[in-house]
């Protein structure tokens, strides 16, 4: 335990914390071999999205920038995340330096809130494609989804950095094992031994502006954009398309969270469920989103054919023109 004074006021605070998350879960070793999967897979997709849309310039749209913005979320938060987790528990790393769960907290939740963040930013996007198609180049700019993404990115970051900057202000003086899987906030502002009413006000804050607004503003979204649906007979098909694989993502990422802290709100869950529970909650999305909003798309599609033939014709070039210099420096000698 190490000491802290500030203004007269001790704080206790614990030289490392114990992460307790996966401890009784039978053959949980495969589970692990399927997070080391996951996140493979996640980097590769992401990676390659995100490669796609740097290189090809027919992609650098409005709509584009949300998805590019998705893709280095899910990247980063995947990064941050999921490395980490198997070094906890797969090599038996269970204690965490009390500065390092912090900035291990905080990196997670961030991630997360601009993760959220973008699907209501993606679903804004649909919103004014279906509802108003005239007007969407003059309202979905570049400057203007700019502004959206880089206000959604400082918001975020003021309130995590919020978040986690107050436990700072908290003593730890009984148990230290955090039961969750990460340094999750829940779990370990719950571990204090002073005052932590200031912690629970901003746990809920937190909840609602990250877990329960994102769904509520796409759910409206998407009523309206059915109700203009049954006004259009023309492309209904490819907006039900489009509009299917984003719900699916939205449902993938917020229903075990919001499952998980109703159930737990309601009755006693199963310690073992909601640690299962909320870890597919951080690392399916990240891995689907590549691959069902972005990558099945006609745009990306073509584009990706495009690049490939490209890179195609330079190789087929390059081996003309030196197979030329060849020729060449054999006829001089």
Known sequence: MRAATTSNVTFVRPAKFYLSGFSNIPHVTYFYIFLCFVYIMTVVGNVLLLSLIFLVKTLHVPKYMIVFNLALTDLCGSTALIPKVLDTFLFDNRYIVYEACLSYMFFVWFF????????????????????????YHSIVTKPAIAAMLLLMWVVSLSLISCMVGLLDRLSFCGSLFIQSFFCDHGPTYRLACNDTSLNNIMAWVVFIVVICLPPILIALTYVCIAIALTRIASERLKALKTCTFHLILVAICFSPVLFVNIAYSISDLDRDGRIINITLAYI??????????????????????????????????????????????????
């Open 284 to 333: 399916v999305p990240p891995l689907l989103n590549p691959i069902l909003y972005s990558l099945k798309t006609e745009e990306v599609l073509n584009s990706i054919k495009k690049l490939c033939n490209n890179m195609l014709s330079n190789i087929t070039m390059t081996k003309k023109v030196f197979t030329a210099m060849l020729t060449k420096w054999k006829v001089l000698k």
């Open 112 to 135: 997360a809130s601009v993760q959220s963040w973008t699907l209501v930013t993606m679903a804004y996007d649909r919103f004014i494609a279906i509802c108003f198609p005239l007007r």
